[in-house]
């Protein structure tokens, strides 16, 4: 018979809590404790990211012209509003951004009867016009 192997425990036992201030070489509690998944950071600036290396392709191949039309454009479509009581569908921005035809998490959970903020439409544009 063979003898298993045992996986021995990562995590600290005992933390090292020093009355200190942590700098950059050392460790605190939190940093022992809680675990940051190196990719978080990755995914959270994703969209950003493709974004930037989209415009950065075309800047190469279609001059600077191109993507600061494209950001003009996106500026643009950002400032469009509606009231104040009504919640934005984003709509040009997607369409600019080529996002129009994905389905993402918000697309169908993020119906506006599951939002928690109605409000009452004379109400919001009393007070945004400055009538109350």
Do not use: W
């Not at 063979?2 to 933390?15: D, F, G, M, R, Y």
């Not at 290396?53 to 469009?80: D, F, S, T």
């Not at 934005?88 to 996002?99: F, I, P, Q, Y």
């Not at 169908?108 to 903020?117: K, Q, T, V």
Request: hydrophobic share 40%; proline share 6%.
């Amino acid at each position: 018979m063979e003898q298993s192997i045992k996986v021995q425990p990562t995590a600290n036992t005992v933390l090292d809590a020093a009355p200190t201030v942590a700098g950059p070489g050392k460790s605190n509690c939190l940093m022992q404790v809680a675990h940051i998944h190196r990719l978080r950071d990755s995914e959270a600036n994703y969209d950003t990211h493709q974004y930037n290396l989209q415009m950065q392709v075309l800047r190469n191949r279609e001059g600077l012209n191109a993507p600061l039309k494209m950001g003009m454009e996106l500026h643009a479509a950002r400032q469009v509003g509606r009231l104040p009581f009504l919640q934005s569908s984003r709509m040009m921005e997607d369409v600019l951004l080529g996002r129009d035809e994905m389905i993402t998490f918000p697309d169908f959970l993020g119906a506006p009867e599951n939002f928690e903020f109605l409000r009452q439409p004379h109400v919001v544009m009393e007070k945004s016009l400055g009538i109350y």
